[in-house]
Antibody
Framework: QVQLQESGPGLVKPSETLSLTCTVS????????WSWIRQPAGKALEWIGR???????NYNPSLKSRVTMSLDTSKNQFSLKMSSVTAADTAVYYC???????????WGQGTLVTVSS | DIQMTQSPSSLSASVGDRVTITCRAS??????LNWYQQKPGKAPKLLIY???SLESGVPPRFSGSGSGTDFTLTISSLQPEDFATYYC?????????FGQGTKLEIK
């Protein structure tokens, strides 16, 4: 059973870059694709984007100009960088991967990122 | 982007009740529709994929139906552990989009 774990700073200053890593265990990152989703407190889920094992990406157009995803197959990790953050980017960030059908079947526990000076 | 609209936004029900949550897509998504359950402080958990397929390990009191633009999630007999927030999500096109959620509360 694949397991995912997010890590990274819990506090980021406005205008700086948010950086998160997701470590995958119980499966190889060299298969399928890997996604990021976020959720502001008390609000709905928002899909940020995904990265394929080839390195190709799909981003949410609403965030595309500020988001970069990458893979590190040697460490079985994938990463998210989001630049020029504001308070509106404060949220719990989840990493996830494909499950049955085209669902998001496996999720990390989530990590809270707060944007504040 | 495909907009997903859930109704109701919140629902009060009692243990043993049958409840139905509706999700409507802004355009046809065939059966590329998934349902998730989220409890406070936890990651979403997949319940139903491809509109009507029950994820392994999920109790059979959960069922999904629909195709095209209109979908439903039904819980046949509510159990105490089912009180949570439920989200639909389309996997038909990029960007993936979620409904706004339905919070199921104890009456």
């Amino acid at each position: 059973q694949v397991q995912l774990q997010e890590s990274g700073p819990g506090l980021v200053k406005p205008s700086e870059t948010l950086s998160l890593t997701c470590t995958v265990s119980g499966g190889s990152i060299s298969s399928y694709y890997w996604s990021w989703i976020r959720q502001p407190a008390g609000k709905a889920l928002e899909w940020i984007g995904r990265i394929y094992t080839s390195g190709s990406t799909n981003y949410n157009p609403s965030l595309k100009s500020r988001v970069t995803m990458s893979l590190d197959t040697s460490k079985n990790q994938f990463s998210l960088k989001m630049s020029s953050v504001t308070a509106a980017d404060t949220a719990v960030y989840y990493c996830a991967t494909i499950g049955s059908g085209y669902s998001l079947g496996h999720w990390g526990q989530g990590t809270l990122v707060t944007v504040s000076s | 982007d495909i907009q997903m609209t859930q109704s109701p936004s919140s629902l009060s029900a009692s243990v043993g009740d049958r409840v139905t949550i509706t999700c409507r897509a802004s355009q046809s998504i065939s059966n590329y529709l998934n349902w998730y359950q989220q409890k406070p402080g936890k990651a979403p958990k997949l319940l139903i994929y491809a509109a009507s397929s029950l994820e392994s390990g999920v109790p059979p009191r959960f069922s999904g139906s629909g195709s095209g633009t209109d979908f439903t999630l039904t819980i046949s007999s509510l159990q105490p552990e089912d009180f949570a927030t439920y989200y639909c999500q389309q996997s038909y096109s990029i960007p993936r989009t979620f409904g706004q959620g339905t919070k199921l509360e104890i009456k």
